[in-house]
């Protein structure tokens, strides 16, 4: 298996904890709001409150049941898709534009970082 190979697994690794935390992203809406610690995500989050109301048919009038509040994930899913979407190009040009050395001084600290969102993501 050459370097570059080597690399190529890494943006593959990249990849893929990438679209798991879009998964856990949109999994966890519903406590989005409360647990998200990124201060840029937060800012991304909408903040969406649903009324739950109930029918009295006897009097004709509407009762208030309970309020839900979740997170709209849409515009955060969006961001982190296309900053998936331009990091794999920006990879790819690096792997295969730049010297080894700087493709791997490069790749390999974004793998690392990755590695540890998987770990703090699982645990």
Same mark, same amino acid.
């Given at each position: ?15 893929? =904890? ?7 992203? =949109? ?29 009295? *048919? #006897? ?24 900053? /998936?979407?331009?990091?794999? /190009? ?6 295969? #534009?730049?010297?080894?050395?700087? *493709? ?5 600290? =974004? *793998? /690392?970082?990755? /590695? ?8």
């Amino acid at each position: 298996m050459t370097h570059k190979h080597m690399l190529q697994w890494c943006i593959c690794f990249i990849i893929s =904890v990438c679209v798991y935390d879009i998964y856990v992203t =949109v999994k966890t809406q519903d406590c989005l709001m409360i647990y998200e610690e990124n201060p840029i995500a937060k800012m991304l989050l909408q903040e969406t409150h649903i009324i739950v109301r109930m029918h009295d *048919a #006897g009097s004709q009038t509407f009762n208030d049941i309970s309020v839900h509040c979740f997170a709209d994930v849409s515009l955060l899913v969006l961001v982190k898709t296309c900053g /998936l979407v331009v990091s794999l /190009l920006l990879m790819q040009r690096i792997v295969h #534009g730049c010297s080894l050395k700087i *493709a791997a001084m490069s790749i390999v600290p =974004v *793998a /690392l970082v990755q /590695l540890w969102l998987l770990c703090y993501l699982l645990f």
